[in-house]
Nanobody, 122 residues
Framework: QVQLVESGGGLVQAGGSLRLSCAASGIIFDINTMGWYRRAPGKQRELVATISSSGSTNYADADSLKGRFTISRDNAKNTVYLQMNTLTPEDTAVYYC??????????????WGQGTQVTVSS
């Protein structure tokens, strides 16, 4: 059994910062890509950023994200982070962690966290 547990969400004023964390636990032999997605009210879930096991990053092709969000990971802790700066009300969403994990039975499976709410007030 594998679990992804997010933390770090909350309420912040516009212009503020938050750092999300997502820790993977359970039967884990290896982790490939990890990433963050978000779903704003009334919208579909969208990619925020991903990071490979070697540290290569990919950000959603959205001008609103560039330069404000930074994804990173600690492979020793099986944890991925999302540093979010200069937050705006448009960043309000439930943020989900995702990871591709080699687990029991020599299978690569895709896992999701339960989500953490980020609310940015104006």
């Amino acid at each position: 059994q594998v679990q992804l547990v997010e933390s770090g969400g909350g309420l912040v004023q516009a212009g503020g910062s938050l750092r999300l964390s997502c820790a993977a636990s359970g039967i884990i032999f290896d982790i490939n890509t990890m990433g963050w997605y978000r779903r704003a009210p009334g919208k579909q879930r969208e990619l925020v950023a991903t990071i490979s096991s070697s540290g290569s990053t990919n950000y959603a092709d959205a001008d609103s994200l560039k330069g404000r969000f930074t994804i990173s990971r600690d492979n020793a802790k099986n944890t991925v982070y999302l540093q979010m700066n200069t937050l705006t009300p448009e960043d309000t969403a439930v943020y989900y962690c995702n990871a591709r994990i080699l687990t029991n039975g020599n299978r690569w499976l895709n896992y999701w966290g339960q989500g953490t709410q980020v609310t940015v007030s104006s």
